[in-house]
């Protein structure tokens, strides 16, 4: 089993390749009932195969989620997964410099 450190590792691998990113920031824009990979491919403009290659390290990592709609594939984002590994980015923020129990914004660089 892996933990919180592993899995936020992995995610933040798949989101390290600009196609992937892109792929993402697509979906996340999308309808919620999932954008169809077609026109991913014709929005991002990139081979078929390449697409899905992306698509099943997202979906792998847990980022996005697949629903076959009879021959469609639609993407969605996981928001949920997206929302957690953010909150792990700064679940730490102000514990190390004495500032424990602040604001966040006060000391993470946030406004």
Same mark, same amino acid.
């Given at each position: 089993?892996? #933990?919180? /450190? *592993?899995? &936020? &590792? *992995?995610?933040?691998?798949?989101? @390290?390749?600009?196609?992937?990113? %892109? =792929?993402?920031?697509?979906? /996340?824009? #999308?309808?919620v009932?999932?954008?169809?990979?077609? *026109?991913? !491919?014709?929005?991002?403009? =990139?081979?078929?195969?390449?697409? %899905?290659?992306?698509?099943?390290?997202? &979906?792998?990592?847990?980022?996005?989620? /697949? &629903?076959r709609?009879?021959?469609?594939? $639609?993407?969605?984002?996981?928001?949920?997964?997206? $929302?957690?590994?953010?909150?792990?980015?700064? !679940?730490?923020?102000?514990? #190390? @410099?004495?500032? %424990?129990?602040?604001?966040?914004?006060?000391c993470? #660089?946030?406004?």
């Amino acid at each position: 089993m892996t #933990g919180p /450190v *592993e899995q &936020a &590792a *992995e995610q933040l691998k798949a989101l @390290g390749h600009p196609v992937r990113l %892109s =792929i993402l920031r697509r979906v /996340v824009q #999308g309808p919620v009932a999932g954008t169809p990979a077609g *026109e991913l !491919q014709s929005r991002l403009d =990139i081979p078929a195969s390449t697409l %899905s290659h992306h698509l099943a390290t997202l &979906a792998d990592a847990g980022l996005v989620q /697949v &629903a076959r709609e009879g021959t469609t594939l $639609r993407y969605r984002a996981d928001f949920g997964s997206l $929302r957690a590994l953010t909150d792990y980015l700064w !679940q730490d923020c102000c514990s #190390g @410099g004495g500032a %424990s129990g602040s604001d966040p914004s006060s000391c993470c #660089g946030r406004d």
